[in-house]
C-alpha cells in the first residue's frame, strides 16, 4: 500500500494535463477529484463535472490543478448569476445547483459527526432533519463592507480576490441589496469629482478606505457609513446631499480608522446625517417538524435591535430568525427554566428566549457586544436576563463556585436547566464543557458555524453522558461551504455512554 502511494505521487509532475471527474467539495470550495488514484483540488469544478486541468502545485499525496476545460458539465452545474463569481472570494459555489448545495452541507454535518464525533451512522441519521434552506439564495444579505482602491486612476469598489488584498470591482453583488449599487456608485462620483483619494494599503496614504452599508429586512431603514483615514471629509456637504436623497436613507456616517491594519472599522463614528442607528428586528416563530422537517408557524413576537455602524448583528436575519426558533423549540421552555446563553454576542438569543424562561444568564467575552446585549434587552423590556463580560471558562466556573457558596448548595447539580453555546469557529473551551458537565443541565442546545469543531465538543458532551437528540443544519450563507447546525443534546444518565462506534 505504501509504495502504491508512493508510485502515485511521483506519477504526476507540474504543468501535467489531466482528466478528473469531480466527486466532492473540499472545505474551500474547491472540486475534488481523482487522476489515477491521486487526489486534487481543482478550483471552480463542479460536484459531477468531468474536466481537464493542469497541474500546478504536488504536494505529498495530494495536488492543486487549475482548471482549463469542462468536458461533461456535471447535471448540477448551474449558470452563476454573478459575472464575477469565479474571480471573487465570496462565494466559493455558486455555480453548483442550490439543491445540491444543500445536499453538501447536509452531508458535511452528518460526515464529522460520524468520524470526529464518533456517533454510529444510525444514531446520526436518526437524529437528523433536513436542511433549512432559502427561498431565495440571493439578496439575503443585509450588510455589506466594500473595500475602496484605485485602478487606473480611478477610485473603484468591490471585493478581495480570494486569499489576496486585490480588489475586484464588483457593481451589484448577487448576494446583497439591489440599492447598494446606486449607493456605491454616489460614493464613487462624489470621489471622482472632487479627487478625493482612495487609501492604499500599501502606503497608508490616501482617504477612503471602505463602505460599510446596512439595510434593515424589516424597516427597510438603510446606513451608509464611509470607513475613512482622518477625521474630516472633505466636500462632506455635497456627499451627504447626493446619499441623503436615496430611497429609504436613514443614517449617513463617518467612521475615522487611521491605523495601518486589516481591522476594518475604526473605534469613533460620526454621525452626518439622519439617525445614528438604523432599527430592524428579528421574530419568534413556533417550530413544527413534520415528516421530520422543521416547519415555521407564523411568527408571534418579535425583538427589536438598533444598530450602529459598529454593532454586531446576522447578516442573514431571516435564517438567523429561523436559526434561533429552533433554539428555542430545542430547548423546549416551560416559563420555570434557568438559562444559559453562552458566547451570547449582543444576547441574541437569550432575548429570544428570555419570555420563555424565569432567568437568563449570558456571557460574552467583548464588553463592547455586552453592553449594546444589555441595551438589547432594555428596549425589549425583557427584565429577567443578565449579561457578564469575560471568557466562558472562566466566567462560568467562577459563577457556579459563587452560586454554590452563596446558596450553600451540597452540589452543583439542578443550578441549570438548559445550557445554550454558540461559540466562534474553534468551538468551546474544554474547560466550559467541563463546567457544563458538571451542573448536568437536562438540555445542552449546541449551534455551531463550524460542524469540524461542533462534532469534537459533541463528543465530549456525549462521553459525559448526554445523548445527540436533534440535528438541525441551517444554511445562512448560500453559494459559500459554510453551514450552521442547532444540535440538542439531552441529558441520559451518569453513566460512560455505551452507543459509540
Ligand atoms: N450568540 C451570538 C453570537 C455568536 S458568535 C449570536 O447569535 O449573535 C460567537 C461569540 O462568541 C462572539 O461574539 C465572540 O466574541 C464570543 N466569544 C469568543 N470567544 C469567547 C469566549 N472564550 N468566551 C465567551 N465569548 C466568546
Known sequence: MAAMDKQKKTQFQKDDIVTVTIEDISSDGDGIGKADGFTLFIKDAVMGDTVTAKLMKIKKGY???????????????????????????????????????????????????????????????????????????????????????????????GFYASHTHCIVPVSDCMVGAEENQRITATILDWMKRYEIPAYSEETGEGLVRHILIRSGVYSREIMVCLVVNGTQLPHEEELVEELAVL??????????????????????????????????????SNVEYRGGKACFEEAHRQVTFQLSPLSFYQVNPKQAERLYSIVRYDAKLTGKEVVWDLYCGVGTIGCFLAADAKEVYGVEVI?????????????????????????????????????????????????????????????????CLQTILEVEPKRIVYVSCDPATMARDCKVLADGGYELASVQPVDQFSHSVHVETVVLMSRVSNEPRTDRA
Open 367 to 431: 464588553p463592547d457586544a455586552i453592553r449594546d446585549a444589555r441595551k438589547n434587552a432594555e428596549e425589549n423590556h425583557i427584565n429577567n436576563v443578565t449579561f457578564h463580560v469575560g471568557k466562558a471558562e472562566e466566567v462560568v466556573p467562577e459563577y457556579v463556585e459563587k452560586r454554590v457558596k452563596a446558596e450553600n448548595r451540597r452540589s452543583r447539580k439542578g443550578l441549570v436547566d438548559v445550557v445554550v453555546v454558540d461559540p466562534p469557529r474553534k468551538g468551546c473551551d474544554e474547560k
Open 63 to 157: 495536488g492543486y490543478a487549475k482548471l482549463l476545460d469542462i468536458v461533461k458539465p456535471s447535471p448540477f452545474r448551474t449558470a452563476p448569476r454573478c459575472e464575477l463569481a469565479r474571480k471573487c472570494g465570496g462565494c466559493q459555489i455558486q455555480e453548483l445547483d442550490y439543491d445540491r448545495q444543500l445536499e453538501f452541507k447536509e452531508k458535511k454535518v452528518h460526515d464529522v459527526l460520524v468520524r470526529l464525533g464518533g456517533f454510529p451512522e444510525e444514531v446520526v441519521a436518526r437524529a437528523s432533519h433536513p436542511i433549512v434552506g432559502m427561498e431565495d439564495p440571493y439578496r439575503f444579505r443585509n450588510k455589506q463592507q466594500l473595500p475602496v482602491g484605485e485602478k487606473d486612476g480611478k477610485p473603484v469598489a
Open 247 to 284: 430611497p429609504d436613507m436613514t443614517s449617513i456616517s463617518l467612521n475615522t480608522n487611521t491605523a495601518k491594519t486589516n481591522v476594518i472599522m475604526g473605534k469613533k463614528v460620526r454621525t452626518l446625517w439622519g439617525k445614528d442607528t438604523i432599527e430592524d428586528s428579528l421574530h419568534v
